[in-house]
């Protein structure tokens, strides 16, 4: 997203109740959108949808979890690291500042080269 968004759109979106309880589920730990369901009590459309609104603000993150099963899918991180605004002259001023990718909750649970490994220690 460029900076050019508007105040009253991300205000709508953090006035959500679905979209606030994802962006803190996902900011302890990379989540699925069923898991993500679970833990907010809402329907996986409901889910789907808010991710959808949070992504097109670069406010979470969809990454590839990779199991040794086969069965990858997809998990999601909040990038949100503050959020604040400021009156001042007549106007409002806000900043969103978001998280580095070497800051996401999870990030060193599993080295991707040992999980490449084992998948093919496991072929």
Known sequence: MSEDWELAEVLDLLSDEYARSILAATSVEPMSAKELSEQVNASLPTVYRRIEWLQEYELLEERTKVELSGNHHKVYSATLGRFAMDLAEGGYEATIERTSRTEFPGEDA???????TKMWENL
């Open 110 to 116: 599993e080295d991707t080269a040992d999980r490449f």
